[in-house]
Nanobody, 123 residues
Framework: QVQLVESGGGSVQAGGSLRLSCAVS????????IGWFRQASGKEREGVAI???????IYVDPVKGRFTISRDYAKNALYLQMSSLKPEDTAMYSC?????????????????WGQGTQVTVSS
């Protein structure tokens, strides 16, 4: 069993930055892929950034160059540094762990989920 707890969301103006954190209940070495997903109001959940246990990262195209995913093995934590935020980044952001197969950015392929943290970007 893996428990995930997100924090760091909030409201920010366009162009600003936020850093999301996800506390993981056990060593993140025990999960293969772990990452961030988001769901905007009225839209399907989408993968944002994924990191493999050995460090390889995957980003969805709209956030490339603006978001950075990282993990701290000592603290059992996952982070998402978001810069140059846009109103279209507004969503509930959740961390997820334990990829089950298929596309790494497909939310349906992850077993453990946190409750999410809201990010709101105003223009």
């Amino acid at each position: 069993q893996v428990q995930l707890v997100e924090s760091g969301g909030g409201s920010v103006q366009a162009g600003g930055s936020l850093r999301l954190s996800c506390a993981v209940s056990r060593s993140t070495y025990s999960t293969n892929y772990i990452g961030w997903f988001r769901q905007a109001s009225g839209k399907e959940r989408e993968g944002v950034a994924i990191i493999y246990v050995y460090g390889k990262t995957i980003y969805v195209d709209p956030v490339k160059g603006r978001f950075t995913i990282s993990r701290d093995y000592a603290k059992n934590a996952l982070y998402l540094q978001m810069s140059s935020l846009k109103p279209e980044d507004t969503a509930m952001y959740s961390c997820a762990a334990q990829w089950l197969g298929g596309s790494r950015l497909d939310h349906r392929q992850y077993y453990y989920w946190g409750q999410g943290t809201q990010v709101t970007v105003s223009s």
